[in-house]
């Protein structure tokens, strides 16, 4: 079992920046991929960024390409998302995930584990 909790999330105004972050005990955490998605009052959750388990691959959704960045530390069992230039558009609530399969590829079927959400709002 993995347990994971997001903090970070607030209010910000549009062009400003916040950093996420999922904190993650239990089993081998860094066996598993992880990834963020976000989830939209009235839409769909979507897949956000996602990193491979040794941090050496990463995916972005094409809406947030060049201003999010997701990492990962391992010694501390922690992923990050570093967002910039944010925009209304991303106010959404943002969960941290881990994908058994290790890669952190979008598509939701891979993921085990799940946070229970960090509200972002973005203001213009």
């Known amino acids: 079992q993995v347990q994971l909790v997001e903090s970070g999330g607030g209010l910000v105004q549009a062009g400003g920046s916040l950093r996420l972050s999922c904190a993650a005990s239990?089993?081998?955490?860094?066996?598993?991929?992880s990834g963020w998605f976000r989830q939209a009052p009235g839409k769909e959750r979507e897949f956000v960024a996602g990193?491979?388990?040794?941090?050496?691959?990463?995916h972005y959704a094409d809406s947030v390409k060049g201003r999010f960045t997701i990492s990962r530390d391992n010694v501390k069992n922690t992923v990050y998302l570093q967002m910039n230039n944010l925009v209304p558009e991303d106010t959404a609530v943002y969960y941290c995930?881990?994908?058994?399969w290790g890669q952190g590829r979008p598509g939701q079927e891979s993921y085990v584990y799940w946070g229970q959400g960090t509200q972002v709002t973005v203001s213009s």
């Open positions: 995930a881990a994908d058994k």
């Open positions: 990193i491979s388990w040794n941090g050496a691959s990463t």
């Open positions: 239990g089993r081998t955490f860094s066996a598993y991929g």
